[in-house]
């Protein structure tokens, strides 16, 4: 079983509509965690992260919460635009691990007209 | 300045073929990372630079795979006697420090597409 487990696996919205991707780890102790955007045939680019004491951090229309005690987290897409069409990947840095970050499968969202 | 590169593109080889993969990192970056993404699959950890001191090889799925850096900037992943579940994407990434404190971001190249036919 994947240490991050994220859903929905896909996604469709309309424009302009607000969506939110769940992330669900199983990692523990960590030291924090990240969304990534990787846009088809690029590298992923980050987002937001966050350490395990705080519960939220945005970047403009995006906002992440953090849940330690569930060891949930979510992303949320405000006002959505045909470029936030990407794979949306969590990821949990564990406490200690230095280099070993744990990556989800993602989460492909498209947005459509 | 620029981001991570990362050459070729795109590399179409045959089975048994040997590839090398090349990774120019952002400047200064005292890390370097290499990854794997298949298709439906998270990221895969495969090797990790840092400095000078040995890197952490622990992600290499065989022998046939080995990657250096040399002179703590430029990296080659080389894949010998390539096979058809070596095809993926190779994606490298670079930060200042272990990626995995909250202030170092990782930093990551466009990838390379490997094909083994």
Redesign the interface.
């Known amino acids: 079983k ?1 240490q ?1 487990e994220q859903s929905p696996q896909s996604l469709i919205i309309l424009e302009g509509k607000n969506c939110t991707l769940q992330c669900n780890y199983t990692v523990s102790p960590f ?2 965690l990240r969304w990534y955007k990787q846009d088809t ?6 987002l937001t ?3 395990f004491s705080e519960n939220t951090k945005s970047n403009g229309r995006y906002t992440a919460t953090l849940d330690a005690d569930t060891k949930q987290s979510s992303l949320h897409i405000t006002a959505s635009q045909l470029s936030d069409s990407a794979s949306y ?1 969590c990821v949990v ?2 406490t200690g ?10 989460t492909q969202l498209k947005v459509e007209l | 300045g620029a981001g ?1 590169s990362q050459s070729p593109s795109n590399k179409v080889t045959e089975k048994g073929k040997d590839v090398e993969l090349r990774c120019d990192p952002i400047s200064g970056h005292t ?1 370097l ?1 290499w ?1 794997r993404q298949s298709l ?6 495969l090797i ?1 630079f ?1 400095g000078n001191s040995a890197p ?1 090889k622990s992600g290499l799925p065989s022998d046939r795979f080995s990657a250096e850096r040399t002179g703590g900037s430029v990296s080659t992943l080389t894949i010998q006697r390539t096979q058809q579940e070596d095809s993926a994407v190779y ?1 490298c ?1 670079s930060s200042y420090g ?5 202030n170092n ?7 390379t597409r490997l094909t083994v036919l």
């Open positions: 994947n991050v030291s924090n045939g690029r590298g992923p680019v980050s992260i966050m350490t990947i840095s564990p691990g230095g280099n070993k970050l744990t990556f989800g499968t993602g | 991570v890390a990372y990854y439906g699959q998270g990221l895969e950890f990790y840092q952490d994606l990434a272990l990626a995995g404190g909250p971001e990782q930093f990551f190249g466009p990838g």
